[in-house]
């Protein structure tokens, strides 16, 4: 039979030297294909000088393994890992949350199968928001994938105040919690509360000194309340060496003196924490739950939506309007309202995020409506600190049916 794609070779016998066994599926398969992609596989297919009484050998004297999984929805999937090891890609036609459930399970038969290229693959494809963070911190193994380990801490950390607002974080493995609390970003309301939660968490889990320390050394006591530091002290769970430094170093703030012009050299549980700030990671879909304005105009995905513009979180600006009103501009996709300014040349619309500042990676824009002549065909998107200075972020031309991106 004569094959058009390396695809096809899958569930066919031809030149196949093994076979692998997934539930009641039998798969012959290649050991070149199969052991480039998985360690698993190299191990388990490795040829040997003699063969083992414990190896077993079909009639055409391949090698059979049996991988089965104890969770019958990775045999259910693992004929598309199969199909990627022979060239297809997995990813394709996937978007939204089709996206995410899939990667979720090829993500754990990747990693069980010891695949690091599809483990990559897959882990950016993960798309890790405010949304499902507790997901991730509570299936996936600190130490599953750097990238994707990275992207959880990062996003858990920016949001931990809101993570202790809304969860028991007794869960939280000790190797994620201490990745966490030692973020440069971590976002607490309160020294004092942390200090709390680490207290909790260390009456409910059976921790040598030194993780408990590691943990309470993760507290910025110098930020703390007189009141609270004398709490601290009565509970006698903090040495009373790090708490002296705290005080000390607050009454050197307060009297003006600095001991390093340097923040690096100061230890980091003496330095105020950085202003509070978020990730809103684009998931593919246009006018998601995960963007800037729906953020803002549900307080952070705590309150119902309301027009952020009505409410006066953003200010919308103009020059000139003929047709809608001005929060229509930031109004859901559903209602699918019209507003447009006059005729006029280098016609802009402002949005100024008052207390928020933006470091953009997409944005969407709709337009057009439903007259093809009312769409855009030049536009700039700027950026501006002050709103007198601006910056050309990006710039769209639109000659004929090419689009000119500088």
Request: hydrophobic share 35%; glycine share 4%.
């Amino acid at each position: 039979k004569e094959m058009t794609t390396f695809t096809e070779y899958v569930h066919d016998d031809t030149y196949s030297d093994a076979v692998l066994v997934v539930s009641d599926q039998h798969y012959p398969v290649h050991r070149l294909v199969v052991c480039k992609h998985s360690n698993y596989l190299q191990r388990v297919l490795r040829k040997r000088k003699k063969k083992r009484k414990k190896d077993k050998y079909d009639e055409f004297d391949r090698k059979v393994v049996d991988i089965t999984f104890a969770t019958e929805e990775y045999n259910h999937h693992f004929e598309t890992i199969l199909r990627y090891m022979y060239g297809e890609n997995v990813l394709q036609g996937l978007n939204g949350q089709d996206c995410f459930e899939e990667c979720q399970v090829l993500l754990a038969v990747a990693q069980q199968l010891d695949m690091p290229l599809l483990v990559d693959l897959l882990a950016e494809a993960l798309h890790v928001t405010w949304k499902n963070i507790v997901y991730f911190l509570e299936t996936i193994p600190h130490s599953s994938n750097e990238y994707l380990c990275n992207k959880i801490v990062n996003i858990a950390a920016r949001y931990f105040d809101v993570l202790m607002d809304n969860y028991d974080l007794g869960f939280l493995s000790y190797d994620w919690l201490i990745l966490i609390l030692e973020h440069p970003h971590l976002n607490v309301k309160e020294e004092y509360s942390l200090y709390q939660l680490i207290k909790t968490y260390i009456e409910h889990n059976k921790l040598s000194k030194s993780r408990r320390n590691a943990l309470f050394g993760c507290i910025r006591y110098s930020n703390c309340k007189y009141e609270n530091i004398a709490k601290i002290i009565d509970e006698n769970l903090v040495s009373d060496q790090v708490l002296a430094e705290a005080v000390l170093h607050r009454i050197k703030l307060l009297k003006g003196i600095h001991q390093s012009e340097n923040e690096d050299d100061i230890p980091l549980r003496l330095c105020k924490r950085r202003a509070h700030s978020r990730i809103l990671e684009y998931t593919g879909t246009n006018f998601s739950e995960n963007g800037v304005i729906y953020y803002i105009s549900t307080q952070g995905g705590q309150t119902e939506w309301k027009n952020a513009s009505l409410t006066g979180k953003i200010k919308l600006t103009v020059p000139s309007l003929e047709k809608g009103k001005i929060h229509h501009l930031v109004g859901p996709d559903h209602e699918n309202k019209e507003c447009w300014t006059t005729d006029t040349p280098s016609s802009w619309i402002s949005i100024d995020l008052r207390k928020y500042r933006l470091i953009p990676s997409h944005y969407t824009l709709k337009h057009g409506g439903k007259s093809q002549s009312d769409c855009l065909r030049n536009w700039v998107l700027q950026g501006s600190e002050d709103g007198q200075e601006w910056t050309n972020l990006r710039r769209y031309m639109i000659i004929s049916s090419i689009t000119i991106i500088v």
